[in-house]
């Protein structure tokens, strides 16, 4: 089952600019995590931030997570056409041991 | 070595056909996954092993049979598929669960039944 919604579900930019994607799930979590899906290819995973976390930083990308409003963010400093891909967030529920459930995904598309 | 390598990269069955799906990783992670995913969808989680033994089955049709031989590989077995199940399977790893931690893709088979 889908644990997350994701918005915008599609996004496009050019180069240079910042790209800023949310995340709302549902029920309590140990961790949420983003990756990232190349068309056709296995996902990478990004960052992982977990629930005592409110913000967390890797290279270009900055990660923040508000455990009140079950909600997360993610954005892309200064994109690159590289990454274009899909992003998803994924949670790790408490009472679901095991089980990372996905996000819709938001469709990112970096034009030079 | 931080891959999870999958093979076939492309498989093309007839629903009476038998087909397997391989995967293998040399992390030492102690936990394998198979994941479903349809176009612009997410991955949607099949099964789950820790330590070899069937952890998670998310009541998959019976048609997709798991098999882990040992820690370093996991088998999806295809048997009499729908035209439906056409999908990307991926497989991923982690160190271990509970609390999921970074899950290891590969990059999947895309597989479509005819």
């Known amino acids: 089952s889908q644990q997350g919604e994701e918005d915008p579900q599609a996004l496009s930019i050019q180069e240079g600019e910042n790209a800023t994607m949310n995340c709302s799930y549902k029920?309590?979590?140990?961790?949420l995590q983003w990756y990232r899906q190349n068309s056709g290819r296995g996902l990478v995973h990004l960052i992982l931030i977990r629930s005592n976390e409110r913000e967390k930083h890797s290279g270009r990308l900055r990660v923040t997570l508000d455990t009140s409003k079950k909600s997360s963010s993610l954005l892309i400093t200064a994109s690159r056409a590289a990454d274009t891909a899909s992003y998803f967030c994924?949670?790790?529920?408490?009472?679901?041991?095991?089980?990372?459930?996905f996000g819709a995904g938001t469709q990112v598309v970096v034009t030079p | 070595d931080t891959e999870v390598t999958q093979t076939p990269k492309h498989l093309v069955m007839g629903m009476t056909n038998k087909k397997s799906l391989k995967c293998e990783q040399h992390m030492g992670h102690r936990a394998m996954y198979w994941y479903k995913q349809k176009a612009k969808k997410p991955p949607e989680l099949m099964f789950v092993y820790s330590y070899e033994k069937l952890s998670i089955n998310e009541s998959v049709p019976s048609r997709f049979s798991p098999e882990c031989p040992n820690s370093s590989l996991l088998n999806l077995h295809l048997h009499a598929l729908q035209p439906e199940d056409s999908a990307l399977y991926l497989c991923?790893?982690?160190?271990?669960?509970?609390?999921?931690?970074?899950?290891?893709f590969g990059s999947g088979t895309q597989l479509s039944v005819l």
């Open positions: 029920t309590s979590i140990n961790n």
């Open positions: 994924a949670t790790a529920p408490t009472d679901s041991w095991g089980k990372l459930q």
């Open positions: 991923a790893s982690s160190h271990s669960i509970p609390g999921v931690e970074k899950l290891f």
